[in-house]
Structures are given as structure tokens and as C-alpha cells.
T-cell receptor, first 115, second 115 residues
Framework: AQSVTQLGSHVSVSEGALVLLRCNYS??????LFWYVQYPNQGLQLLLK??????LVKGINGFEAEFKKSETSFHLTKPSAHMSDAAEYFC?????????????FGTGTRLLVSP | GAGVSQSPRYKVAKRGQDVALRCDPI?????LFWYQQALGQGPEFLTY????????KSGLPSDRFFAERPEGSVSTLKIQRTQQEDSAVYLC?????????????FGAGTRLSVL
């Protein structure tokens, strides 16, 4: 079965520092890959997705992620953290190995940003 | 409406009570999903509709859970004889078309607390 691993349940950075949130997936077939952000008491909002084509994907709010097939990874980065980036981030996959339509999520990483 | 709407936002139920959670997807969206998000966890798939057809209900945890989408738009998730382990946030998502590459748009969720 498809699974997603997010290393680190909490990541703390200072404002202006690099943000790196890790995501690895297990699949014999490259899946479709997504990053979602969840603010308190809100639903999930899509940051970016990878389906095919260019492996470096740019999303909203200055985030980007790179699909590395050899490492089965899809890490999320942002060059300079802002206080408003503090939230819960979820990596998710879909595709043939997930039962096709549904998203399979990681357990999430809470990003804490200090001034 | 502009987004996926869920009601009620909060529901407190006594153990053994039946509850019904409503989801209004984005108008015209073919696919509708229900997910369950336990505290501190990522969302987990419950069931999937394509129009009015329930094509995947593999994630429903027991026969106490039932979902319907009779006219291919609004959906209801019903939980019979609620148990404490049913306490979670229930998220609804919709997407414009079939296919795992399509973006799923999430509602804010219904937080169910079973006492």
C-alpha cells in the first residue's frame, strides 16, 4: 500500500530563515504528489502539486518542491520564512497505488516561526 | 458558493446518538470525498463519489458509517450509534473532474465530539 512519511512532527525556524519540510513516499510507480497547508480551524489549502513534467514545482506564497524519483522524495522549501507561514503542512499522494482517486496523507509537520 | 461548505462546524453528541454531517461541494464538481482527521494526524480517506455513484467506500471504519450523494451535489455523512472513537474532524473535499491528478478543494470540516 502507498504510504507517505513526513520526517519531523515539528519544525522551528526563525523569521527569514530557510524552511525545509521533508516528505518521502513509498511506491513502485511514481504517484501524483501534493503539499497542503492547514491553518487552525480551517480546511486544507493546496500549496503545489506535481503530476508530470518539470520536477521543480513552484507554488503559492513562495513555496516550491522538487520531485526526486531516485530518492522517492518531494521536500517542500521556502527561502525565507514569514510569521504567517506558521501552520500545519501535509504531504499527500494519489495515483495508481493509492486506489487511484483518493489522497493518502502523511502525519503532518507543524511549522513554528519565531521572530 | 465560492468554496466547499460544511455544516455544522461543531457537533457534540452523546455516545449512542446518531449524527448527520452535510457537505456542499463547489458547484459543478464531479468528485466528492470524505476524510476523517483525528487529533494530531493527517486526514484519512473514508469514501469517494463520482456524481451520485459511491465508487469507493473502503475507508469507512464500520457499518455504522454511511454516506450518500443522491443528486450528485450535496452529500451527507451519517454516523449511527456514535462511539467515543468517532471523535474527529470530518473533512469534505470536491474536485472538478475524475482522475487522481485533479486538485481536491477542502471544506473547513465538522469537528465531532462524542461524550
Amino acid at each position: 500500500a502507498q504510504s507517505v512519511t513526513q520526517l519531523g512532527s515539528h519544525v522551528s525556524v526563525s523569521e527569514g530563515a530557510l524552511v525545509l519540510l521533508r516528505c518521502n513516499y513509498s511506491s513502485s510507480v511514481p504517484p501524483y504528489l501534493f503539499w497542503y497547508v492547514q491553518y487552525p480551524n480551517q480546511g486544507l489549502q493546496l500549496l503545489l502539486k506535481y503530476t508530470t513534467g518539470a520536477t521543480l514545482v513552484k507554488g503559492i506564497n513562495g513555496f516550491e518542491a522538487e520531485f526526486k524519483k531516485s530518492e522517492t522524495s518531494f521536500h517542500l522549501t521556502k527561502p525565507s520564512a514569514h510569521m504567517s507561514d506558521a501552520a500545519e503542512y501535509f504531504c499527500a499522494v494519489s495515483g495508481k497505488n493509492t486506489g487511484f482517486q483518493k489522497l493518502v496523507f502523511g502525519t503532518g509537520t507543524r511549522l513554528l516561526v519565531s521572530p | 458558493g465560492a468554496g466547499v461548505s460544511q455544516s455544522p462546524r461543531y457537533k457534540v453528541a452523546k455516545r449512542g446518538q446518531d449524527v448527520a454531517l452535510r457537505c456542499d461541494p463547489i458547484s459543478g464538481h464531479v468528485s466528492l470525498f470524505w476524510y476523517q482527521q483525528a487529533l494530531g494526524q493527517g486526514p484519512e480517506f473514508l469514501t469517494y463519489f463520482q456524481n451520485e455513484a459511491q465508487l469507493d467506500k473502503s475507508g469507512l471504519p464500520s457499518d455504522r458509517f454511511f454516506a450518500e450523494r443522491p443528486e450528485g451535489s450535496v452529500s451527507t455523512l451519517k454516523i449511527q450509534r456514535t462511539q467515543q472513537e468517532d471523535s474527529a474532524v470530518y473533512l469534505c473535499a470536491s474536485s472538478l473532474d475524475r482522475g487522481p491528478e485533479n486538485i481536491q478543494y477542502f471544506g473547513a470540516g465538522t469537528r465531532l465530539s462524542v461524550l
